[in-house]
């Protein structure tokens, strides 16, 4: 389901650093997954996704993990540098329909 | 390419006076359309979403309502704002099919 009613966790890190993003999902049809990236006052960039048939999956400096069993979805965002301090979410599509549905988000700080 | 329009960027608005926010998207044809309410902190909440002309599904009820006359223009109104109808709201499309949804720069809504 949506955590829309919960305030952001945050995460702070050094420059430079790994940054390990989590989020728990509800639903156990749910079969594609996105990690979007959202800076203050603009709408979500798509940022990579996921199927339900794959475990791992690589972009530039990101990773998305998926472990259906317990439910969970990890973005990995290696030598993390300032411009990527904004909230990060991730949203579930229900393998019946169109729908996307986000998680509470994390604000990421990036600390020079 | 695709691109997504959002406007107004920002309104202030009385309660009990009407509402419409509208969305348009170009260089796709038949896209799924959403409409996502993003209170200040929070995450992204979906509150109504369209597979065709005319055809809208509402996920919360609530005191808006979205219209689609054509295929790719989305509509979101109110008759009356109340003061909760306040934040920051998202419109998207998609082509489904384990594909990502794209995000129009928001509207931030005022409701005073």
Not at chain 2, 60 to 68: K, Y
Request: proline share 4%; net charge neutral; hydrophobic share 35%.
């Amino acid at each position: 389901g949506e955590s829309v009613g919960l305030h952001l966790p945050t995460l702070s890190v050094q420059e430079g650093d790994n940054s390990i993003i989590n989020c728990a999902y509800s639903n156990s049809a749910s079969d594609y997954f996105i990690w979007y990236k959202q800076e203050s006052g603009k709408g979500p960039q798509f940022i990579i996704d996921i199927r339900s048939n794959m475990d791992k999956r690589q972009g530039q400096r990101v990773t998305v993990l998926l472990n259906k069993t317990v439910k969970h979805l990890s973005l990995q965002i290696a030598a993390t540098q300032p411009g990527d301090s904004a909230v990060y979410f991730c949203a579930e599509n229900f393998a019946t329909g169109n729908q996307f549905y986000f998680g509470t988000g994390t604000s990421l700080t990036v600390i020079p | 390419s695709q691109t997504i329009h959002q406007w107004p960027a920002t309104l202030v608005q009385p309660v009990g006076s009407p509402l419409s926010l509208e969305c348009t998207v170009e260089g796709t044809s038949n896209p799924n359309l959403y409409w996502y309410r993003q209170a200040a902190g929070r995450g992204l909440q979906l509150l109504f979403y369209s597979v065709g002309i005319g055809q809208i599904s509402s996920e919360v009820p609530q005191n808006l309502s979205a219209s689609r006359p054509q295929d790719r223009q989305f509509i979101l109104s109110s008759k009356k704002l109340l003061l909760s109808d306040s934040g920051f709201y998202l419109c998207a499309w998609g082509k489904g099919g384990h594909t990502e949804a794209f995000f129009g720069q928001g509207t931030r809504l005022t409701v005073v």
